[in-house]
T-cell receptor
């Protein structure tokens, strides 16, 4: 079974802190994604990566950055956390090449509260 | 740009009744289409996917969806609802954008099942 793990289920940070959210997948997937999930807004793509050291902006990249130094690990960084970044953050991975591989496998999510 | 519209943020059915969750998409090329389910405090998991093979797709837990190109729809159905089906359901499209496959999710539909 594909496993996508996220470093924390719940996180509370103060405004202005630098926050790191870590995601690790164990299926050698090329593609990794970070989303935020807010009630009534569904999932919104923050950043994604199709390869090591490669990143692409999603729909809402402002206030976030990412790092992918190893294939299995994709980190989301909040440079200076703000209260409007309080949300559920979901990481996902998928393979590439062939139609069966575009399905995404999700981690359990990190609920971040910024006070 | 691609988009996904899920009609109805909440759908309420009685146990044993038909479940119908609506999804319409826009995409400039034939897409890959997915339905995901999210149970409380969990990440998303794949219910079913359309990848240009059969237009009627069967998924897990008795769910199925029909791809209708002329209507740009991919509605999710289940003949008889069970209490355990209560969850959030997301429709997603993976379409080409800028040479890469980009995921777009709908805002989600919360399925409520009454005894």
């Amino acid at each position: 079974d594909v496993k996508v793990t996220q470093s924390s289920r719940y996180l509370v940070k103060r405004t202005g802190e630098k926050v790191f959210l870590e995601c690790v997948q164990d299926m050698d997937h090329e593609n990794m994604f970070w989303y935020r999930q807010d009630p009534g807004l569904g999932l919104r793509l923050i950043y994604f990566s199709y390869d090591v050291k490669m990143k692409e902006k999603g729909d809402i990249p402002e206030g976030y950055s990412v790092s992918r130094e190893k294939k299995e690990r994709f980190s989301l960084i909040l440079e200076s956390a703000s209260t409007n970044q309080t949300s559920m953050y979901l990481c996902a991975s998928s393979g590439s090449g062939g139609s069966a591989s575009y399905e995404q496998y999700f981690g359990p999510g990190t609920r971040l509260t910024v006070t | 740009a691609q988009s996904v519209t899920q009609l109805g943020s909440h759908v309420s059915v009685s146990e044993g009744a038909l479940v119908l969750l609506r999804c319409n998409y826009s995409s400039s090329v034939p897409p890959y289409l997915f339905w995901y389910v999210q149970y409380p405090n969990q990440g998303l998991q794949l219910l079913l996917k359309y990848t240009s093979a059969a237009t009627l797709v069967k998924g897990i837990n008795g769910f199925e969806a029909e791809f209708k190109k002329s209507e740009t729809s991919f509605h999710l159905t289940k003949p008889s609802a069970h209490m355990s089906d209560a969850a959030e359901y997301f429709c997603a499209v993976m379409g080409l954008g800028g040479g890469s496959y980009i995921p777009t999710f709908g805002r989600g539909t919360s399925l409520i099942v009454h005894p």
